[in-house]
């Protein structure tokens, strides 16, 4: 944070809550700080930013991941691995880590296969290297775009745009599970899209098939460009790994 402009940015009582107590450096978690920076949409980018792990639960907060004291967090060592799941987990491990060939990521496979499991995977340990990770189910997504159509609305539509295009790592889960209207269609096809051309990091998860998610909404699809980027494999830039093992809830009960 440039020195002499704290002032110009943030109120003295916020940029004083928002330094680190153990490291002394700006803490870019920080509520007030997040919402003034995708105001601005301005990145910190890392310089002068704290990477301690002093507050993990509040950096997997601000991403969306699941957090609370009833939460049990999904990691890639509590993973269940199965036969018909140990390509996604090994393909999941590489992106996490930052050292796949794509940049896009796509489990597929019907309900209960271990795909959630291993996006929160992947947002956790994105978190831990000290990105900026958003997760959210594709149903809550709709909501925060549907959100910006009311007069006076807080965020605007621009802002949750930037937020989720402008992440280093994305997460979008259950995608085609709840109502997709047409507006919500295009704005996630438009954050796709822009990930997928930028070459930014994004993982989904959905219980849809290709032919399913690019069959026409009237017949319970979602969109065909859509589809064609999630499951490209012309470029290289893409992985869709399907899951095949048995459902773990049934299988835990039996």
């Not at 996630?188 to 930014?200: D, H």
């Not at 290709?210 to 069959?215: D, F």
Request: aromatic content about 4%; overall charge positive; glycine content about 10%.
């Amino acid at each position: 944070w440039p020195k002499g402009q704290e002032k110009s940015l943030l109120p003295d009582d916020t940029i004083h809550s928002a330094i680190r107590g153990g490291c002394g450096k700006l803490n870019g978690d920080h509520p007030a700080v997040v919402a003034e920076l995708t105001r601005r949409r301005m990145t910190l980018n890392g310089i002068l930013t704290c990477k301690c792990k002093q507050l993990p639960e509040m950096r997997a907060a601000m991403a969306g991941v699941p957090t609370g004291p009833n939460v049990i967090e999904r990691t890639f060592g509590t993973f269940q691995d199965t036969t018909g799941a140990t390509s996604a987990r090994d393909a999941a491990i590489l992106f996490a880590n930052a050292q796949a060939p794509y940049s896009v990521l796509t489990l597929h496979g019907a309900a209960g296969r271990g795909k959630s499991h291993l996006l929160e995977s992947i947002a956790r340990l994105g978190i831990e290297r000290g990105e900026r990770v958003q997760f959210v189910e594709c149903a809550h997504l709709m909501d925060l775009l549907r959100a910006t159509q009311h007069d006076g609305a807080d965020p605007q539509l621009s802002e949750v745009l930037w937020m989720f295009e402008s992440a280093d790592l994305l997460c979008i889960d259950d995608i085609g599970a709840g109502r997709v209207t047409d507006f919500g269609r295009e704005h996630l096809l438009g954050i796709v899209e822009a990930r997928y051309r930028r070459g930014m990091r994004l993982a989904v998860a959905t219980n849809m098939t290709r032919e399913q998610m690019a069959s026409s909404p009237k017949d319970g699809g979602i969109d065909a460009r859509l589809a064609s980027r999630l499951w490209d494999r012309g470029t290289g830039n893409v992985l869709a790994v399907p899951m095949t093992c048995t459902d773990w809830r049934l299988a835990r009960r039996a």
